[in-house]
T-cell receptor, first 114, second 114 residues
Framework: AQTVTQSQPEMSVQEAETVTLSCTYD???????LFWYKQPPSRQMILVIR??????QNATENRFSVNFQKAAKSFSLKISDSQLGDAAMYFC???????????FGKGTKLTVNP | ETGVTQSPTHLIKTRGQQVTLRCSSQ?????VSWYQQALGQGPQFIFQ???????GRGNFPPRFSGLQFPNYSSELNVNALELDDSALYLC?????????????FGEGSRLTVL
């Protein structure tokens, strides 16, 4: 069975600084997707960034980037120039290709201090 | 483009009762998935509907059932409610065929079972 583990229940960062959230996963599949979703207090899950497993290049979206280590089954999220609006729960998620069924980690609560 | 909408946003039920939650998928999407998010946890996959048929189910008992309608909207029904069913229920839609793995989430229905 596929599993996703987020070992940091809570993290904090100073505004304008950089923070990295960790995620590891387990799967026997070779082709899959990995995601980071953000869930603010409004509850709606918002996609932050997506990585396709067969692509070696790490995905980036503006201030958000990932470090994808396929052999180590590691998928960390780096947030640069942190902003107050980045404060939220962050969930790492896995999906086999052509499945659209996500397996989520337990989440990391990110606090941004002014 | 209309996003995913869910109703009701909050509801309270008592043990043994039945509940129906509703979801309108994002326009252009043909697949609907339901997730249960207990307090402090990541969402867990309940089931997915495609072309009005169940297309995959997580580790949930048969008293969790669903429907997808021709307009791709969906219902989640839970019978014989238990205290542990208290959670945020998230609906997510996607377009099978686009093959991005990305889901679009609604804001959820918060169910409290007393």
């Amino acid at each position: 069975a596929q599993t996703v583990t987020q070992s940091q229940p809570e993290m904090s960062v100073q505004e304008a600084e950089t923070v990295t959230l960790s995620c590891t996963y387990d799967t026997s599949e070779s082709d899959y997707y990995l995601f980071w979703y953000k869930q603010p207090p409004s509850r709606q899950m918002i996609l932050v960034i997506r990585q396709e497993a067969y692509k070696q290049q790490n995905a980036t979206e503006n201030r958000f980037s990932v470090n994808f280590q396929k052999a180590a089954k590691s998928f960390s999220l780096k947030i640069s120039d942190s902003q107050l609006g980045d404060a939220a729960m962050y969930f790492c998620a896995y999906s086999p290709k052509r499945s659209e069924k996500l397996v989520f980690g337990k989440g990391t609560k990110l606090t941004v201090n002014p | 483009e209309t996003g995913v909408t869910q109703s009701p946003t909050h509801l309270i039920k008592t043990r043994g009762q039945q509940v129906t939650l509703r979801c309108s998928s994002q326009s252009g999407h043909n697949t609907v998935s339901w997730y249960q998010q207990a307090l402090g946890q990541g969402p867990q996959f309940i089931f997915q509907y495609y072309r009005e048929e169940e297309n995959g189910r997580g580790n949930f008992p048969p008293r969790f059932s669903g429907l997808q309608f021709p307009n791709y909207s969906s219902e989640l029904n839970v019978n014989a409610l238990e205290l542990d069913d208290s959670a945020l229920y998230l609906c997510a839609s996607s377009f099978r065929g686009r093959n991005t793995g990305e889901l679009f989430f609604g804001e959820g229905s918060r169910l409290t079972v007393l």
